[in-house]
Structure formats: C-alpha cells, structure tokens
C-alpha cells in the first residue's frame, strides 16, 4: 500500500508539469529544438522560426476569451518586457500562440494586447492562423506543455508556463508565467536570462 501511495505521488507530481495551472518552477535547462513554423501576427504578417533567429524570444500560450489565467500571464509578460527595456535590452522577441485560433483572429489579437499597455508592441508576436488540433500537437511535442480544447465551454486548457528559445531555436529554459503569489512568477530572472542569451551571443 505504501509503494502504490509513493507511485501516485510522483506521478500526481510528473502531471504537474503538464498541468493547465500547475505553479512548477523549471530550474533545469533544457535543449528542446522547436520546428520550423510560418504563422500570422497580430498584424497579419507572417512569423516564422527562421525570421525570429538570430534573437532569443520568449513564449507563451494564450487565447482573447480566456478568463482565467491568461491576462494576468500577459501582464507578467509586460512586466519582463519592462525589465528588459530599463536594463537597456532591445535584441530579444516575445511570442505567444493562440490556443483559440478560430476565434483569435490577427485583429482580436491586435485588439486584446492593446489593453496591456505593453511598454513596447514591436517586439510582440501574438501568432494564429494555424487549426486547434495543430496548436494542441505543437505545443505537447515541442515544448512539453499541454494544450487541450475543453468541448464542453470557450475555454481552452493550457500550461501557465513561459519559455525561452534562443537564437537558433533551441528551447533552453521555462518558468512559472502564471502564480497566484506574484513573487513566484521569476520576472527578475526571466529578464536576465534573456540578456545572458543576448550576451552570450554576441
């Protein structure tokens, strides 16, 4: 009985990793390569892998209707951003996938990042264009985090989790992009680790 209760717990902890809203700091680094892609931004222009090269960016998954944790993943992500720029850091991209594609049209998406007030667009890449069974099959092979479709409401369930690639497309590193103790969301970190990435490129 005491080995099947050590089972669960270490498997209760393995899905956490996966978990739409699982508070799992990743520590370790990884070397996930993500696959040539070609999508839309939020302003209808294509984004691919290869035109984000060159320049470490950092990811995310989120959708305009969510009403749960993607705002204030948004809002964490602005908050990186500003850290970014007060550091004097300009070479680096943010991206984030549309987990609603269908709905996430590239001017909802235009329209949702405008409330963020994002200390600079430019760098942003909201990305759609691509079917919802593409997103759930991207997201879950390429960069370990879950992405499911709930049939039964508009929500779609996804990981809270940020993730930078470097400049060759590699996926190196994750974190929290979501708590609900700010502090647990490693905003200072994030920061710096994209300008070592820059750093380190040069």
């Given at each position: 009985?005491?080995?099947?209760?050590?089972?669960?717990?270490?498997?209760?902890?393995?899905?956490?990793?996966?978990?739409?809203?699982?508070?799992?700091?990743?520590?370790?680094?990884?070397?996930?390569?993500?696959?040539?892609?070609?999508?839309?931004?939020?302003?209808?222009?294509?984004?691919?892998?290869?035109?984000?090269?060159?320049?470490?960016?950092?990811?995310?998954?989120?959708?305009?209707?969510?009403?749960?944790?993607?705002?204030?993943?948004?809002?964490?992500?602005?908050?990186?951003?500003?850290?970014?720029?007060?550091?004097?850091?300009?070479?680096?991209?943010?991206?984030?996938?549309?987990?609603?594609?269908?709905?996430?049209?590239?001017?909802?998406?235009?329209?949702?990042?405008?409330?963020?007030?994002?200390?600079?667009?430019s760098k942003w890449n909201l990305?759609?264009?691509?079917?919802?069974?593409?997103?759930?099959?991207?997201?879950?092979?390429?960069?370990?985090?879950?992405?499911?479709?709930?049939?039964?409401?508009?929500?779609?369930?996804?990981?809270?989790?940020?993730?930078?690639?470097?400049?060759?497309?590699?996926?190196?590193?994750?974190?929290?992009?979501?708590?609900?103790?700010?502090?647990?969301?490693?905003?200072?970190?994030?920061?710096?680790?994209?300008?070592?990435?820059?750093?380190?490129?040069?």
């Amino acid at each position: 009985m005491k080995r099947k209760l050590i089972g669960l717990v270490v498997l209760l902890a393995c899905a956490s990793i996966l978990g739409a809203c699982g508070n799992t700091k990743f520590k370790a680094d990884y070397s996930l390569e993500i696959p040539d892609f070609e999508h839309v931004n939020q302003h209808g222009e294509a984004v691919s892998l290869e035109s984000l090269k060159g320049k470490p960016w950092i990811g995310m998954y989120i959708f305009t209707n969510c009403i749960s944790i993607c705002p204030p993943m948004s809002l964490n992500m602005a908050q990186v951003q500003e850290k970014l720029q007060k550091k004097g850091v300009e070479d680096y991209n943010i991206v984030a996938f549309s987990v609603d594609p269908d709905v996430d049209k590239p001017e909802v998406l235009a329209d949702y990042l405008s409330k963020f007030n994002v200390p600079d667009e430019s760098k942003w890449n909201l990305l759609t264009g691509y079917s919802q069974k593409y997103i759930e099959q991207f997201a879950v092979k390429n960069t370990k985090i879950l992405v499911k479709n709930d049939p039964n409401s508009d929500q779609v369930i996804h990981g809270n989790q940020f993730f930078l690639v470097d400049k060759d497309g590699l996926l190196v590193k994750m974190y929290n992009g979501y708590a609900e103790n700010i502090e647990d969301v490693p905003i200072d970190t994030i920061a710096s680790d994209i300008e070592t990435y820059i750093d380190e490129n040069l």
